[in-house]
């Protein structure tokens, strides 16, 4: 059965909501296209796509996923990130060039960091991709992109998503943003750090330790707290 990504969009434009629409405008404005559909109602359309895909290859859910990134939708790129980074077969069989066509439009958080963590961070974990593709989005001078490298750290420590815990390529990346005092960038750091300590915190006591003078108040505060009552708070 082939999926239109039209009845894709239709599925979700009879789901719009203006209070979504002005709550999205708010929470995770972006340049693209917002319809403005609740998580719960986009689930719904998630569910439906997964049921009328069951028999596709890994290889057609890979197209399909980019089909709908390429729309410049909003709500269609989260429903595609979300269809691979729960199929296992799927994010198996991702290669570098399925991630670079999937890395579009990440001008918000919620984009970022399902892109980062459904899927650069298991591909870099599985080794699809290598450290110095992720450390090349540090260079980009817009912080969303910056975010993406440290974002894509929680895939290989947070048990949830099948990590065992990295710290080596976890620290490496942080090491590099420590005087990147942009908000998100010290909001992404403190969560990086944060997830590390849950599974090895040794490694990261030192590193708050040789980089005190460095880190965002935030970020000491935070993991200061995980570290001492398990808790950022």
């Known amino acids: 059965m082939q999926v239109s990504i039209n009845d894709i969009i239709s599925a979700l434009e009879d789901l719009k909501d203006p209070e979504r629409l002005e709550f999205a405008k708010r929470s995770y404005p972006t340049a693209m296209k917002v319809i403005g559909v609740t998580v719960p109602n986009e689930k719904v359309v998630l569910k439906a796509l997964k049921d009328q ?26 429903i595609a990130y979300e269809y691979l980074g729960k199929d296992k077969k799927a994010l198996s069989e991702l290669t570098p060039a399925d991630i670079d066509d999937l890395d579009r ?6 984009s970022v960091d399902c892109f980062s963590a459904y899927l650069l961070g298991y591909a870099w974990r599985e080794n699809i991709v290598d450290t110095e593709k992720v450390r090349s989005y540090l260079k980009a001078e817009d912080f969303w992109r910056r975010r993406v490298p440290v974002v894509a750290t929680v895939a290989l420590n947070q048990k949830a998503r099948g990590g065992k815990g990295d710290a080596p390529r976890t620290l490496d990346i942080c090491e590099r943003v420590v005087n990147d005092h942009a908000d998100m960038i010290n909001k992404a750091l403190s969560w990086a750090i944060r997830e590390l300590a849950k599974i090895d915190k040794e ?7 040789k980089h ?7 970020v000491l505060r935070e993991v200061g707290n995980k570290l001492e009552k398990g808790t950022k708070n």
Do not use: M, Y
Not at 105 to 110: E, G, H, Q, T
Not at 203 to 209: A, D, M
Not at 212 to 218: E, I, K, M, N, T
């Open 53 to 78: 895909t069951k028999k596709h290859t890994v290889r057609e859910k890979i197209e399909l996923a980019k089909a709908l990134v390429n729309t410049g939708i909003f709500e269609c790129q989260h």
């Open 105 to 110: 439009n990440l001008d918000n958080w919620v």
């Open 203 to 209: 490694p990261v006591v030192e590193f708050i330790e």
């Open 212 to 218: 005190a003078d460095s880190l965002h108040p935030r």
